[in-house]
């Protein structure tokens, strides 16, 4: 089995589930026949969980909002970490509580363990964007990155991206795009039209390998986390056909089957003005 293509769920309409010491969690997609998995982990101001020696998966996390202490390492605002599987689990405490997003590795995915897979410690707000090495069919995005891992072996990249405002074209039509590899976004802020919707702060997708997708463009301006499974290097195909500019497109998310009703509702946030 492999993880189903959702695009995109905002993520504000994924009801929590509460675990062991007020732990709270959201699953966003997930292979059902193994640990690979994102989600997103609220930990409750005083939590604290021992270090365990038994083996956990390997584990990509990003902190979404707060601080918390993972080992001996104080993860703040946009700490990025990766942990190789088949380690031991460290301890986590935090005083002030943490939102923190979570990228599960399969347990036994064997470029995600602890011979081969090195651990990773960035704090990513500190790290020079590129601006370098964008492709000129995403010229009107202008955008940035950060790339904060290079799986081994080729088998997924892990990096941030942001877009400047009006990322939009002059023209009314683009192409759109396929990749031999997944590629999966959660936005940590601003705003990006998709042909399925205005993917806004907390907007969610998981796209599976040769699925047509975009054009893409952003009126405000965004900044996402994204993750490339399969491939270290992002590949596009462009179709010769174009599609219009999907700016005022009704939200009409793919979800997969089983999926709660909720996740299905148009999401609107508070007025800014
Ligand atoms: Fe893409």
């Known amino acids: 089995m492999a993880r189903p293509h959702i695009e ?9 589930s509460i675990g062991a010491n007020g732990l709270a969690e959201k ?3 997930a292979d059902p026949q193994s640990t690979d998995a994102t989600l997103i982990l609220r930990y ?31 993860c703040g605002l946009h700490a990025y970490g990766f942990l190789p599987g088949g380690a031991d689990t460290p301890a986590r405490a935090t005083k002030d509580g943490a939102t923190v997003l979570i990228f599960r590795h399969a347990e036994g995915d064997t470029n995600s363990l602890a011979d081969i897979a090195e651990r990773v410690e960035i704090d990513t707000p500190n790290m020079p964007w590129d601006v370098s090495t ?7 995005l202008r955008l ?23 990322g939009t074209p002059e023209d009314s039509e683009l192409p759109a795009e396929t990749h031999d590899h997944c590629e999966e976004m959660f936005m940590i802020s601003g705003s990006m039209w998709a042909p399925e919707g205005l993917m806004q702060p907390g907007a969610y997708f998981f796209r599976p390998p040769n699925i047509v997708h975009g054009p893409h463009v952003s009126e405000y301006g965004f900044f996402q986390i994204m993750r490339s499974p399969m491939a270290n290097r992002i590949v596009t195909h462009w179709s010769d056909e ?25 999401w609107s946030p508070a007025p800014n003005f």
């Open 44 to 74: 409750p101001a005083g939590y604290s969980a021992p270090a365990r020696n038994d083996a956990m998966p390997a584990e990509e996390y990003f902190v979404l909002e707060g601080s918390i202490a993972i080992g001996s390492r104080i």
């Open 242 to 266: 174009t599609r219009p500019i999907p700016i005022g497109s009704a939200y009409a998310p793919i979800l997969p089957e089983g999926t709660p009703e909720s996740w299905a509702r148009p």
């Open 27 to 29: 699953v966003l997609n």
């Open 144 to 166: 940035a990155r950060k790339v904060l891992r290079l799986g081994p072996n080729d088998s997924c990249r892990t990096f941030l991206l942001a877009g400047m405002p009006h």
């Open 8 to 16: 995109f769920v905002q993520t504000q309409n994924v009801d929590w």
């Open 134 to 140: 964008y492709d000129p069919k995403l010229n009107h």
